[in-house]
């Protein structure tokens, strides 16, 4: 009997850890697209709204944080996804689907700070872009300036262009882990 009981035990204890092992799985899964549903904290002077335009503008010393994401600058734009007519289209039309920040950008992300005059992150494509004259990338030492820079940050690849007046600049410094 007791050889039984003790089958048993281990049996249950093999069940448990499989189910362990299974929600561990899943919760690494929802950390990994957590990230673009977290909370998103902005304050700023001002802020103007209209249903119309599908358009929340924030005016004046603008601060935006979602985790490890920081963005200032002077005015943002935050457009949602056009509404549709059904249950699951209405939940899609409460989603971001493009940032446009105006004057005086400052962005820390991925330990990267960019200087810009303006900048415009797309959603569906995960597509930084950042204009303005000397707009600049840095990381540890190392940084690159230009006219134009285009952070694709699914692929993991950058574009600099160079300006009317001036090419592109790079200072790599080999401590650090790469722009």
């Known amino acids: 009997m007791k050889r039984y009981a003790m089958q048993w035990v281990v049996v249950c204890c093999v069940i448990w850890m499989n189910i362990a092992i299974v929600f561990a799985v899943e919760k690494k899964k929802q950390q990994d697209t957590s ?3 977290s909370p998103i904290r902005i304050t700023a002077d001002e802020l103007i709204s209209t249903k119309e335009s599908r358009c929340v503008q924030f005016i004046g010393h603008v601060k935006a944080v979602q985790d490890d994401t920081e963005i200032t600058g002077d005015r943002m734009r935050i457009f949602y996804k056009e509404s549709g007519n059904s249950a699951k289209e209405n939940n899609a039309s409460q989603q971001i689907d493009k940032i446009e920040v105006d004057g005086h950008v400052e962005i820390k992300f991925d330990n ?4 810009t005059s303006k900048a415009v992150y797309t959603i569906k494509n995960q597509q930084l872009i950042l204009t303005g ?4 990338v ?3 030492q190392s940084f690159f300036i230009g006219e134009t820079i285009i952070l694709y940050r699914e ?3 950058i574009e600099v262009k160079r300006g009317q007046e001036k090419p592109v600049e790079v200072f790599l410094h080999p401590g650090d882990k790469g722009l």
Do not use: E, V
């Not at 004259?133 to 600049?136: F, G, L, P, R």
């Open 133 to 136: 004259k000397n707009t600049t």
């Open 138 to 140: 840095k990381s540890g």
């Open 35 to 37: 990230k673009d549903y």
């Open 112 to 115: 990267r700070l960019a200087i």
């Open 155 to 157: 692929q993991g690849r």
